[in-house]
Nanobody, 124 residues
Framework: QVQLVESGGGLVQTGGSLSLSCVAS????????MGWFRQTPGKEREFVAA????????YYADSVKGRSTISRDNAKNTVYLQMNSLQAEDTAVYYC?????????????????WGKGTQVTVSS
């Protein structure tokens, strides 16, 4: 079992920045690929970013590419998502997810462990 706890969400103005964190416990964190997804009411959960077990490979959704950075610290069992130039359409609940294969995926069905999410609200 892997437990994931997100933090760092909140209210931010358009154009601002936020840094989300996700702390993992329960299994060897360094063996898992990690992903960030987001969801708004009435919509499917969508991929945001993913990072391989080593941190050498990352992948981003087009909607956040160039203004977001995913990173991880295996010594701290933590994955991060730095988001800049936030827009109203970035408003969502952001979820951290772990994939037992160490390779990245943008498919939410490939992730077996999920956190409870953290709300990000971008206001104009």
């Amino acid at each position: 079992q892997v437990q994931l706890v997100e933090s760092g969400g909140g209210l931010v103005q358009t154009g601002g920045s936020l840094s989300l964190s996700c702390v993992a416990s329960g299994r060897t964190f360094s063996r898992f690929a990690m992903g960030w997804f987001r969801q708004t009411p009435g919509k499917e959960r969508e991929f945001v970013a993913a990072i391989s077990w080593s941190g050498d490979n990352t992948y981003y959704a087009d909607s956040v590419k160039g203004r977001s950075t995913i990173s991880r610290d295996n010594a701290k069992n933590t994955v991060y998502l730095q988001m800049n130039s936030l827009q109203a359409e970035d408003t969502a609940v952001y979820y951290c997810a772990a994939r037992e294969s160490g390779f990245i995926s943008w498919n939410k069905d490939d992730y077996g462990y999920w956190g409870k999410g953290t709300q990000v609200t971008v206001s104009s």
